[in-house]
């Protein structure tokens, strides 16, 4: 599905190590306007676990591992983020749920929207009534 990709993004090492730039309508699809980063989650905590109306995001794991599990409607799907410099684009109504966190996992991730906590769909029936299947 085209509105759930792996991004690669370019790596600019040398010898002093690696940079990783990330500009929104360039190396994403939308317009960046909000950052957040979770790290600290125990290995059996599942995260996430909702889908949002209108926020597209990307979740790249900067720091350690995790896995991200998606729903949109007839397929689920699992993702492994194990590079800093490869991310999961996640286009609008598509559900999510992170887990399998590594003790050194930061997921940083970058949205389309600022926070209308509105805007998410945290129950599974409403999800599927939303997107009519
Ligand atoms: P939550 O949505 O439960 O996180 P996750 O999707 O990773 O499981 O958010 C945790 C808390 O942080 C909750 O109280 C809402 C708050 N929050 C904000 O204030 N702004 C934000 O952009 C996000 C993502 C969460």
């Not at 600019?12 to 600290?40: A, C, Q, S, T």
């Not at 409607?73 to 992170?98: P, S």
Request: proline residues 2%.
């Amino acid at each position: 599905m085209d509105g759930i990709r792996m991004i690669e993004f370019q790596q600019n090492g040398d010898e002093r190590g690696h940079l990783v730039v990330i500009e929104g309508m360039k190396d994403v699809p939308f317009d960046i306007k909000r950052v957040f980063y979770i790290y600290g989650s125990q290995n059996d905590v599942v995260r996430g676990s909702h889908a949002n109306r209108r926020s597209e995001f990307m979740l790249i794991n900067v720091s350690g591992t995790s896995k991200v599990k998606i729903d949109y409607g007839k397929k689920t799907e699992v993702f492994n983020l194990d590079k800093a410099h490869i991310g999961l684009y996640i286009l609008k109504m598509v559900w999510k749920d992170m887990y399998d966190f590594s003790r050194d996992s930061v997921l940083l991730v970058l949205a389309s929207e600022s926070y209308d906590p509105n805007e998410y769909i945290r129950n599974k029936d409403v999800y599927y009534a939303e997107i009519g299947v």
